[in-house]
Structures are given as structure tokens and as C-alpha cells.
């Protein structure tokens, strides 16, 4: 069952925010309008990219009919606001050349709000691969949520979180192919761990290959790394428990299992916060 923690976190800011679709709802009272250069993006958001094209199609239309929906930010300090959500409109407004934007201020923490700003990003159908990869990333190391939580959250499949996080493991040459469109996630993930990937990524676009076309050139080189070659021999009973064992701590792990039957578990953390929870989980088998 789903930790409660994580209820209602499905729709993103849109839950905590109540309707800002226009300024006739509840929280017009709270509408401001603000200089244009008072506001700064928030910097932890997945969304790095946004498309030329786009913002010059949305800053036409601001020019006619304003920004109608308004800016969700919050108060750093004097003239100093930090978008929670609406950085596409704030960017394309100045594209407009707009002196000010409408706004609605909200009080809330540094940690919900970048839980919640990477949920709503995730949640836009126009991230790229490596914007969702990251955004994934993010909600496991810093928020400990596991992958089967953000399938229930986000509403996308256990897979497409496992396979879409792998993508950081990718190089970032790689990682910009993909952002570019030159290569796709399918492409790439058959390039994991695989020696002079960098290389072979330049094949696969010059060649103009399918995916499985690109799976067998990668097979074909043999490069896979040692673990890559040890997990094809462990018994499929301890791979299934492994990556079970993976799904519910949100963090990387290897059973290792001899023939007499003795091995050893290892977990594998990228900060503190992880080894805090594997210790904490630890503990709570010897109470």
C-alpha cells in the first residue's frame, strides 16, 4: 500500500494550488501583477529545454491576449520571486517584451516545492527523455521514493520508470543525441555499458538504424561490462529478488549467491540520504 506521504501528489501542483485558470477563481485574491525581471526560474526544475518555435508561438499570442493564466511563484526576499510553476509563460512573455506579468504568491518550503515542481514537469507530455530521467533521479535520491511509488503517482508504468532512469548512466554526448532528437531513448538504452558507445551512437544516426538494428550492433561488439556479464548468469529466482529488492528501497543492488548457497547482499548509495535509509531499514529488523 502506498505510503500516505505520497497521496494526492498525483496531480501535481495543480492539487495544492486549486485552479489557475483564469482570475475569476478562488485564488484572484491572491493575483498580483509583478515586474517581469523581479522573477527568476526555479533552478532545480527538470525542464531545461524549450523549444524555439514554441515560445515564439505562445509570446504571438501573449502580445494579443496577455498572459491569462497567471505565474505561480513564491517570495524570496524584496523583488525577489521564484517560479513555482508557468516558467514557459514567463519566458515567452518576455519574448513579448511584457513590463510585468500576473501572479499568484504562495508560501511554501524549499522541499515541497521542488518535490512538487519535478512532479508537474514529469507529469507534461513534452519533457524529453533525459528531462523525465533526471526528474525520476530526483524523486528517488531526494524524496526516497521507490519506483513502484511514482508508478502509482505519475501513473506510468513500473518499466517506463525503470527503463527511462537507466538513461543516466548514458554519456552525456549520448544524453545531448537524444535531447537533439539525433538518436531516441530506444536507441540509447541498448548502448548502456556497452564500451565506445559514443561511437557506436554516431553509427546507429549516420546508418540510420532501427533499434533492433542498433541492438545487434551492440551485441556484436561483445562490450558489454563485467556486471553486465555477471547478471546474465545469476539465477533468474535471485535476478527477480534483486531487482524486487531494488523496486522497494529505490536503490541499486546486487545479491551475490555461491554454490553452497552462501553470498552476500551489497547496496550501493549516491549520498547521504541513501545510506541514512538503508541503515534505517537495517535497524528495523533488530528491534
Not at 231 to 241: A, Y
Request: glycine share 4%; hydrophobic share 35%.
Amino acid at each position: 500500500m502506498m505510503n500516505t506521504k505520497f497521496k494526492g501528489l498525483g496531480k501535481g501542483l495543480s492539487a495544492l494550488m486549486g485552479d489557475t485558470n483564469g482570475f475569476k477563481s478562488q485564488e484572484s485574491r491572491d493575483l498580483n501583477k509583478v515586474p517581469i525581471e523581479f522573477i527568476k526560474p526555479n533552478p532545480h526544475q527538470p525542464r531545461k529545454f524549450f523549444d524555439k518555435n514554441s515560445l515564439e508561438d505562445l509570446s504571438q499570442s501573449i502580445k494579443v491576449q496577455g498572459v491569462i493564466q497567471p505565474i505561480v511563484v513564491r517570495k524570496k526576499a524584496e523583488n525577489n520571486y521564484e517560479i513555482i510553476a508557468g516558467e514557459r509563460r514567463w519566458r515567452a512573455a518576455q519574448l513579448a517584451q511584457l513590463h510585468e506579468v500576473p501572479v499568484i504568491v504562495k508560501d511554501i518550503d524549499d522541499k515541497k516545492i521542488l518535490e512538487l515542481s519535478i512532479i508537474e514537469n514529469i507529469q507534461r507530455s513534452d519533457l524529453n527523455a533525459i528531462e523525465e530521467a533526471i526528474g525520476f533521479q530526483n524523486l528517488i535520491e531526494q524524496f526516497n521514493y521507490t519506483q513502484e511509488q511514482l508508478s502509482d503517482v505519475l501513473g506510468k508504468s513500473r518499466s517506463h520508470i525503470a527503463n527511462t532512469i537507466r538513461l543516466n548512466l548514458l554519456p552525456e554526448e549520448i544524453k545531448d543525441m537524444i535531447i537533439n532528437n539525433y538518436l531516441s531513448p530506444g536507441h540509447a538504452r541498448c548502448l548502456i555499458n556497452v564500451q565506445n558507445n559514443i561511437e557506436l551512437a554516431k553509427e546507429i544516426i549516420n546508418k540510420n538504424l532501427t533499434v533492433r538494428q542498433a541492438e545487434e550492433l551492440s551485441k556484436g561488439k561483445k562490450n558489454f561490462n563485467k556486471q553486465k556479464i555477471e547478471n546474465s548468469k545469476i539465477d533468474p529466482n535471485l535476478l527477480s529478488l534483486q531487482n524486487d529488492l531494488e523496486l522497494s528501497l529505490g536503490i541499486k543492488s546486487i545479491i551475490k549467491n555461491n554454490k553452497n548457497n552462501k553470498g552476500q547482499i551489497s547496496f550501493y548509495y549516491n549520498n547521504l540520504e541513501q545510506l541514512n535509509k538503508i541503515v534505517s531499514v537495517l535497524k528495523s529488523f533488530f528491534k
